[in-house]
């Protein structure tokens, strides 16, 4: 997660910190719940222009980003948006998710979780930019009993 400072100075929370009170899994499970809550016609996740960003934001401290869905489009979406002064910034570089409506052979918490890591692992390159600077991936995970 970034906090955009004034002058566009940018600090970045530790995965091991609790931003506005919630550890990063937690925040973690809030923007899943945020993706999931929208409708489709009006999704950020499937917006390619960033025109649905604000949809069901939360109301402070923290302003959520879309990520792209893996699917067979390899086209990323350029999206243009205005994030409110004084906001921290969340958004997925990676995102895997199993359950077992998709995946009906696994049968455990510890199948889901394992499944989920196998996916994260086959991810060759993982880096991000903001600004032309690199910002640090962070690997968080969420208890799979919160969703």
């Not at 910034?89 to 499944?115: M, W």
């Amino acid at each position: 997660m970034a906090e955009i400072k004034s002058g566009y100075e940018t600090e970045y929370f530790s995965a091991d910190s609790f931003p506005y009170g919630m550890s990063y899994g937690e925040w973690t499970v809030k923007w899943w719940r945020w993706f999931l809550s929208a409708p489709k016609s009006k999704n950020p996740v499937l917006d390619p222009s960033g025109k649905y960003a604000a949809v069901n934001q939360p109301s402070h401290g923290v302003w959520f980003l879309a990520g792209k869905l893996a699917d067979e489009n390899t086209n990323i979406p350029s999206r243009y948006c205005s994030i409110p002064s004084g906001r921290s910034i969340l958004f997925p570089v990676i995102n895997c998710e199993a359950n077992p409506l998709e995946y009906p052979e696994l049968r455990t918490e510890q199948e889901i979780i394992d499944h989920v890591t196998a996916d994260e692992n086959t991810i060759a390159e993982k880096v991000c930019f903001l600004d032309g600077r690199s910002i640090p991936a962070q690997r968080v995970k969420s208890d799979p009993a919160t969703f």
